[in-house]
């Protein structure tokens, strides 16, 4: 299965967007970008996920660069709430084996 | 949590006993996993079933056996519990061609 990479730690203000990288250099034509959040003490949960082109939904946005190496979850305006480990994984086109990894770890300063 | 339970929720056992932990669902998903929850190691994938009596091994598989004997229903299995497998344990669920997985509330288990 394809790897992505992200960092371990990012920090943002209350109110401010939030710009969240992932990395996937290797990422195959059929693979889906998905992006879920662990909340503490929570298992995680499911925040968007595409192809090829952008996506949007009530949650979040997520940006896909056009040879689909990278893409960017952006929290359009963080609350505390948002305070969680986000994921970025990959899955083939059938779908059916999610591998997490360490995600990020955001936190949102009041 | 998407109509899943997970049993117990929390566990203390001792060095070799044996330990079963059980995921129930309620969706009629066909998909079920396993996965353990470690610091610094982010959620691995244990084993994960793709339909009645039908499971395969995830990353980490090794001291831990599955079954499925009913849709609704995965059991994970340490025959012989070490220390290692101190952990946090979430179960999950998932349909073909829906794209998404949904988590259980974890079960934490301690092994002294």
């Known amino acids: 299965d394809a790897k992505t990479t992200q960092p371990n730690s990012m920090e943002s203000n209350e109110e401010e967007p939030v710009h969240l990288p992932c990395n996937h250099s290797?990422?195959?034509?059929?693979?889906?970008i998905h992006w879920y959040r662990q909340l503490p003490s929570q298992g995680p949960e499911y925040v968007i996920h595409?192809?090829?082109s952008n996506v949007n939904n009530r949650m979040a946005s997520l940006a896909i660069a056009e040879d689909r190496k990278s893409s960017t979850l952006i929290l359009h305006r963080a609350t505390l709430r948002d305070a969680a480990v986000y994921y970025c994984?990959?899955?083939?086109?059938?779908?059916?084996?999610?591998?997490f990894g360490t995600g990020t770890s955001l936190t949102v300063i009041p | 949590d998407a109509g899943i339970t997970q049993s117990p929720r929390h566990k203390v056992t001792e060095t070799g006993t044996p330990v079963t932990l059980r995921c129930h669902q309620t969706?009629?998903?066909?998909?079920m996993y396993w996965y353990r929850q470690d610091p610094g190691h982010g959620l691995r994938l244990i084993h994960y079933?793709?339909?009645?009596?039908?499971?395969d091994k995830g990353e980490v598989s090794d001291g831990y056996s599955v079954s499925r004997s009913k849709t609704e229903d995965f059991l994970l299995t340490l025959e012989s519990a070490t220390s290692s497998q101190t952990s946090v344990y979430f179960c999950?669920?998932?349909?073909?061609?829906?794209?998404?997985?949904?988590f259980g509330p974890g079960t934490r288990l301690t092994v002294t």
């Open positions: 290797t990422i195959s034509g059929t693979d889906y």
């Open positions: 969706e009629n998903h066909r998909y």
């Open positions: 994984i990959l899955t083939s086109n059938t779908g059916n084996q999610f591998y």
């Open positions: 595409g192809l090829t």
């Open positions: 999950a669920i998932s349909e073909p061609g829906r794209r998404q997985i949904s």
């Open positions: 079933s793709y339909g009645v009596k039908d499971t």
